[in-house]
């Protein structure tokens, strides 16, 4: 059996369970008579333009590099042309056939599967041509096709977490205030429901959670925050970054307009910023605003043991559907149905996944129903379980894999 | 002997050590013959003055207990009047008188200790009254006559780990950018030095760490952003939220009149904010800013078992000096010199420590410093060292205690 080099690369924004992925790839391509070299490109696609490999045959840390948060081959934000006699796909052409690869993986979100959307058509029906596979990697939770994504349990877990400690925090002064958290998410509100979950298992706080699927009534949100403040202090806001009004415009869009900053520039708050302002104008109680910020994404240190295990096991399982032929395909996690909790890997059309967005369910709308509460928690508890053995000194500081 | 009770309080803000201290207390007062029944004042002296008091005498959950962040006793910000004719002395003292207090413990900071100060003064001299003592608390690590404060080594420990993610996170794509991380202290910078460990222990990032103790020259740190951009990309910069510029005023407040926001207030933006303005329109390249905000103080989850563990040895401590009579003193935490690192426990004046701020010495003020860098280290390391050992479930969801 004539032996072909693998290629992997990872695409989009961090998340803590993206090298949980490259780890499994490297694992079963070392496990794969199949594969001869197996190859990291940096930066995504941009690697392979620029020919920057680094060379993973023998690469043995795999319990570190599944600690390692973020992209340890780097990411980017580059999206293919549409039109395939654009030089691009010559040079990407000409790359993959000088490093004899014949599987190429990548990993990404929903702009990272038009990348391998596009590339599988680009060979289709050539022989001899690369494999091209796509491998989920989301914190949103929004890709259509799947029943959740890897690097969301681990986001999910953070969230809760922090959220916990936030309303400990809070909680110390026996006098009226609104902090409001606003979470990742500028269509789904996946990451809002895990910052809400003190709440939707049974909790007082947070008070209120926003999610960008549901409109936002101005109105009634400060009628029902009025009455909420009479009956509890420390009131919590859980809101997505991309919460809409009734029209479908994004809160406080319109407002904005017009408020320049000390540089005479546009001064664009986000959606925490801007309720600040408006829970201080209409009641005038102590509030304050939190951006959850680039700490969601990153936080290997809170990451769940299970978000791991299953990004994982995505790798290996994008590896066996390359050496077993398939291409312009994308491994995706579902789950089993019924107790106990269960997923297993299934291999979809890239097409199903590529530029959609998998929205919070409308029967989930009403987090006030405890029918729908209980759904949740059935939903994503298992998502976030287990601790990660962490690869730390004493001191907390940690051991990353930086290739 | 005559049993008298002891009233315990906390005030301030919050801290992952707080209820460690007030665990050493409980478990102390719990073995001293001296003492009958423990009270747990609510929002401190607040609850004092309407008598809301929570029997603590047989509390058993202490291990529970040191690993919950912020105040479990709930907080207040409450500063005594200067003359002690004010009839609030009154009150207080009929409330201590009819709950048999013969030793008030107040945890707390800088403000706190005030109320320390006022309440042993104005019992100074008569016969009977309650001894006054206070116990040390607050991340800011800013409180004279001491090493440290119990409370920052676990804000040191949250905010190094989460320094190393950003690094890690906004490292992945090949373009110039710059990531302006705002930490809490307006007038000492022990946090900020905290988040600027990943470089001082001799890695490359963050690229500059900004304490309010260094005036700090706007032309002179984009001059050096220039340079440092051409040299290395996802530029990174700690800073305090307090830094002030040449003439003593807070970066960014001159150019901050003027702006308002949606609601027609007065915009006050945080120097992160100012500096991302800044970056953008001086630079070009892409920037954000991160403001770290409560989750450095209350992340109980990141916290250092040696900070709590020096917690409750402070609170122990605390009972000690109250049962042999002491009074307007507090109990502060000392280094022994030479290595390896131990602390023990001291009495001071509590003069010495209300309303004054210990800040980062003039000594450590070139970070670029060797020798600089690793007597930072020496200090700083050992504040961190260790897990504790957390109350969650396999979730991730932790089992506070609340009173």
Known sequence: ????????????????????????????????????????????IEGVLTETYVDLTDFADLERLKATPAMALGSCRFKLPADFTDPI?????????????????????????????????????????????????TIDNDLPGCDHTPGYGSAARYLAMTMEELIRDTAIYALPSVTIVEIMGRNAGWLTLAAGLPRLRGGQKPDFIALPEVPFDEKDFLAKLRTRIRESQNIIVAVSEGIRDLNGDYVG?????GVLDSFGHLYLSGVGKYLEGLVKHEIGCKVRSIEVNLMQRCAGHAASQTDLEEAFAAGEFGVEMAVRGESGRMAVLLRREGEPYHFYCESVDVKACANGERLVPERWFDLEDAAVQKEICAYLLPLMKGDVPQFRDEYGFADYVIF
Chains 1, 2 share one sequence.
């Open 1 to 44: 059996m004539e032996k072909k080099n693998l290629l992997i690369a990872q695409s989009g924004g961090p998340s803590a369970a993206i090298n949980a992925t490259l780890a499994g790839v490297i694992a079963k391509a070392q496990q794969s008579p199949e594969i001869g070299r197996i190859l990291g490109s940096r930066h995504g």
């Open 253 to 257: 869009s319109n407002t904005k307009s």
């Open 89 to 137: 796909y010559g040079r990407i052409e000409a790359s993959l056939a000088d490093m004899e690869v014949g599987y190429f993986l990548y990993i990404g979100g929903n702009d990272s599967m038009d990348t391998v959307d596009k590339l599988s058509e680009y060979y289709a029906g050539r022989p001899g041509a690369p494999a091209v596979i796509g491998l989920p990697k």
